[in-house]
């Protein structure tokens, strides 16, 4: 398939740009360069066949896109979390599959490991995340529990040594078929949920691929199976117990997508308006007509609307002062958005907006599995409506 020149032009209706710092703006030219040069030309390919393509690992880590917020001390960016956000609304903008990848990498193996790590296990696994050398993934989800991770079966039993034996199955896993270590969530003797991170070549441990998706079709899916896998008790994460250390993990991973998503959304608009401007029909450009401009008008509203609420986001992160509750909502609305977004441009295009040609129909795909994973829509109103009435609609 011929590639595409990608010529983006991001739109900023309300100058968001000057809420931004000289910093934020070199880490986004340097994310959209690399896009540009490297993801855009060979994506349409990879997810036509359906593959990952592993040279992003390597490209992703020298770029400092896996974990931009951990410490310089372990090999992270030391950086603050709008720089984090531009990242992934940089990534996600070439596609979301690159930007999962990140995201898992990032906030739910390597934030982890940083956060209720020893320091034995942030200095044998963080320098190597960072840098690209190896790849991990995060298993919460199970065949039987997806919404409600409570229920989870994976356990681990004490071996009376210094090891324990874990067994049970985890699917929907991105990155597993490619990843070195998986940082997986499971129940100990006393059925407390509790991070344990397992290693590729422990025996009984597999990674079989996830095949036939129609969404995320660049990104590597699999399922993580431990059949009675033997892991030393060091490989425990020993400062977390219960169900707020993966939440915890999933906070920093839901912010990445508000920006992530509305990346998405962006390119979307970009393309549609473009080809609003030199589509000719009944003599016109198809920009001309009301309909048409009816549509570009409430996707740029929209964007500008998303980019001030993940700016404010992002500079409550970095006060500390962000509830979860908060990022569900911004993950929220930057997946309607950018859903809604992507389905009416593609619309504009036409028949075009069907084929490779143009990289719409694939950021539509790919947003039905944003908008489902990291805690499905549903989930998330739920936990919008449990905040501002303090009833829990869940159970
Ligand atoms: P609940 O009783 O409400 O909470 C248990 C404990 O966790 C705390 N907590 C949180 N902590 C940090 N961040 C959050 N977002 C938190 N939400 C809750 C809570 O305070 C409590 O703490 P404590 O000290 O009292 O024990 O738990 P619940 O069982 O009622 O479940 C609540 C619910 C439904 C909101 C939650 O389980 C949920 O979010 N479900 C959705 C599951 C989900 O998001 N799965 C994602 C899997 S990973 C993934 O999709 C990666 S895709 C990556 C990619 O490719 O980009
Ligand atoms: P279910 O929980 O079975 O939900 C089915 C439907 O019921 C949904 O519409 C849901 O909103 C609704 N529902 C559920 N409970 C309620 C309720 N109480 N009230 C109202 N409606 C409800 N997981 C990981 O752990 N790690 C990963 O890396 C990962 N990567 C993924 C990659 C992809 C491509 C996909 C598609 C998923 C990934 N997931 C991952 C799993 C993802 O997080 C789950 O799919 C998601 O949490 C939903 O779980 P489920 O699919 O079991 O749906």
């Not at 390597?110 to 034995?120: K, L, T």
């Not at 143009?358 to 905040?387: A, C, F, K, Q, W």
Request: hydrophobic residues 35%; neutral net charge; charged residues 20%.
């Amino acid at each position: 398939m011929a590639a595409k020149t990608d010529n983006f032009q991001s739109p900023d209706y309300f100058n968001v740009d000057d809420l931004l710092t000289e910093e934020h703006k070199l880490i986004r030219e340097s994310v959209r360069n690399y896009v540009k040069k490297e993801i855009s030309p060979i994506i349409e390919d990879y997810a036509q066949r359906a593959a990952f393509p592993q040279q992003i690992i390597k490209q992703l880590g020298d770029l400092g896109c896996f974990g931009p917020t951990v410490s310089e001390q372990y090999g992270g960016g030391g950086l603050d979390y709008i720089s984090y956000g531009i990242m992934m609304q940089e990534l996600e903008r070439g596609d979301s599959g690159v930007r999962s990848t990140a995201s898992v990498q990032g906030s739910l193996v390597m934030f982890p490991i940083y956060q209720y790590g020893s320091e034995a296990q942030r200095n044998k696994y963080l320098p190597k995340l960072a840098s690209g050398e190896w790849l991990g993934c995060f298993g919460l989800t199970e065949p039987n529990h997806g919404s409600d991770p409570a229920g989870m079966l994976t356990n681990f039993k004490d071996n009376g040594d210094e090891t324990v034996t874990l067994n049970g199955a985890k699917m929907w896993i991105s990155n597993a078929p490619f990843s070195q270590i998986a940082v997986v969530w499971a129940k100990d003797d006393a059925g407390d949920v509790k991070g344990i991170i397992v290693e590729r070549g422990m025996k009984g441990f597999t990674t079989p691929t996830t095949h036939s998706k129609w969404s995320l079709r660049a990104s590597a899916t699999g399922e993580l199976v431990f059949d009675n896998v033997i892991v030393p008790k060091e490989n425990i994460l020993p400062n977390v117990k219960g169900l707020k250390g993966p939440l915890g993990c999933l906070t920093k991973a839901r912010y990445g997508i508000a920006w992530g998503a509305i990346g998405a959304a962006m390119d979307c608009y970009h393309i549609a308006l473009e080809y609003s401007k030199e589509r000719v029909q009944f003599g016109k450009p198809i920009g001309g007509f009301q309909l048409q401009q009816k549509k570009l008008a409430e996707m740029v509203t929209e964007i500008t609307k998303a980019q001030l609420l993940n700016w404010r986001l992002g500079t409550l992160m970095n006060e500390g002062k962000v509830t979860p509750a908060q990022v569900s909502m911004a993950k929220r609305n930057a997946c309607e958005v950018a859903t809604n977004i992507c389905r009416d441009a593609r619309q504009m295009l036409g028949g075009m907006g069907i084929t490779g040609e143009y990289p719409v129909m694939r950021h539509m795909m790919n947003l039905e599995s944003v908008i489902t994973y990291e805690g499905t829509h549903d989930i998330h109103l739920l936990i919008t409506g449990m905040d501002i009435t303090g009833l829990n609609a869940f159970k």
